[in-house]
């Protein structure tokens, strides 16, 4: 037998069982597509308005606020949430503690589906997408700009997750030569993928420097870049708390032979994670407060709002996880995790929507169609993460 | 990890850090001087034939200045209309300023701008090139100014700002709004020329003007120039925009970038080969003193 005759068979086989593999399973009136399905199609709805008459036609967007939820939110908060998938890659492959190697699978898809989905939306905010080639070929490259590094990054990083994860679909596939090929090129990808989330984590929040008349001075310093990427670590930590627990309910049958107890200490380690790196960026935060003389804004409505993202959604969910890891709490670990979550949603609002030209007498809110849409990409990263999950080896080994 | 493997890694961490290396000096002198246009607001009637002067020659929409009653309310420019001019009630009387792109010599605008769609030419303009520009918006974020405007209702929207007439420029004409004024209001030149002008008036009369010009130092400096009788915050401006280039603001992050690019690649590597445990050597048996045991 020729190499092109097995080469063609093997194709055959694959494109014959990824077909079969698509077909839906299990119930298909679950309350979860009851909500969801109707959601998208609205939101498919919106879109087509939106790339005929203009981004206007469907956003409350205007010539003050040219950035709403679409950006503030899916771009800048869900890049943030997704920084599990770096943190975890160094603990496991850089740091090599086996104790977190049953999530790294599950976290790098998130990871994945949310920088293809929430960095995606970009897409749908931009005026003219058909030129979003122009800043990876041709020669109009912004050398100077830090949106330039940062959809570098973005691109970079999605093809380094692709490839941490490719093992995984090498493996679902049957093919045994690519999955072991894959497997060699993990370490690279993990360390060029750490190195790009530093840089695009931090990236996401230097756009906002120049906005310095316009942010808020208790949200605005100096130190957005640091700022931003040290949330990320403890973001992406509490993600994957909350998914995790997500998941544990959902995926029940899929955890064959899971060890409960092995699932806790993760749990516990995650956590202790969280409130450490929480409490870096309380200090820092601070230190900036006395810095900056900050104690002179804390007057009125930013003031208390400040302080409620600070102390309510940082530092409280910080000495809860403390104390839940003190006393193996795992339901206290949980709903510090939501806390810390709202916290990072509230902080990415705060800079690119809320506090940003906080002295306007006309403020942006999101329109309907913005929050369907919004939904619609969340929904829809689900659907997919579905798929994904009870067809590929993610949460556990195949048996 | 074998040969194979080493190469591998190395390999793919370092092609991928090959394209992101942005940083790229361009310090090369320019022969020309930018060019500007000096405001004496002062002189100003509030006629607007700057105003329709700029949509002819821009193809925008052309106010109908003898019936609109635009000057009722302080307006801003839009998509629609390059530049606007404001009437403003102060103890000097009425004061009429005209608002357009300032044309800043380091463009918070253009150093956002990650395609150059934004871009400053070297004879001074900042300009918009349509076929580079995603239409990110992040131009607007960057503004001090509030300047480029979106056609938001636009299925290919185009970002909307004065141009100072480059084209106009090129064909050695000034631009429409100088060309169209009436009292000497606008005056076109190389901005050091502009410079010695406005000291002169300021100097010769002392109590007509307020002793800045707006312009000379706001936001690193800016090819437009303003001259007023009044403070310059009565008269619609921003006086809180401080005096560093708005590029200044990122050159920091930008500077830490190569830092990041490769030294932590070199350190992660470093760590992985470290903590590899194939042949570890139990720490415990190996160090312990014979007086340690327990």
New interface residues.
Partial sequence: MNTTAVVTSELNRVIRFVWEELKPRGKWLTPFNIISIPIILIGLVILFFRFVYGIGSVTNLNQYYPLGIWVGFDVVTGVALAGGAYVITFVVYVMRIEKYHSIVRVTVLNGLLAYIFYAGALTLDLGRPWHIVNPIIGNSFGYNSVLFLVSWHFLLYMITMAVEFSPVVAEWAKLEKARKFLTALTLGAVIFGITLSILHQSGLGALFLMAKPKIHPLWYSEFIPVMFFVSSIFAGLSMIIFEGTISHKVFKDLLGGHDHHQYEEILLGLAKGAAITMFVYYFFQALLFIHEKRWELITGFWGYWYLLEIIGLVLIPCFMYAYAVRNRNLAIIKVASVLTLLGIILNRLNVTVIAYRWYDLDKYYPSWQEVVVTLMVVFTEIWVFRWIVTRMPVLAKRQ | ?DR??FF??????CA??M??N???A?DAKEPKEFVGVLVDTTRCIGCRSCEVACSEANSNFVPDVQNDNALQQVR?T??KQYTVVNQFKTAKGDVFVKRQCMHCWQA?CV???????MYKNKEGPVTWD?????????C???C?F?IP?????????RIMKCTMCYERLQEGKRPACVEACPTDTLMFGQKRELMEIARHRVYNHPDKYVHQIYGEHEAGGTGWLYLSAVPFDQIGF?T???TTP??E??K???VS?PL??FG??AL??G??EL???KNEVLESEEWKKPGDAE
Wanted: proline residues 7%; charged residues 20%; aromatic residues 8%.
């Fill in positions: 990890m194979r493997q591998l890694t190395t390999a793919s961490v991928g850090g394209p992101t942005t940083l790229k361009a801003d839009s998509d918070a150093a956002m701008c990650l395609v150059n769609a349509g076929d580079k520009c995603v239409g990110c918006r992040f607007m974020v960057a001090p509030d405007k979106a056609e938001y209702r636009s299925w290919n929207p921003r809180d925009l401080g708005y590029p603001y990122t920091q992050f930008l970038v990041v690019l932590v690649p992660l590597l760590l992985s903590t590899d445990r």
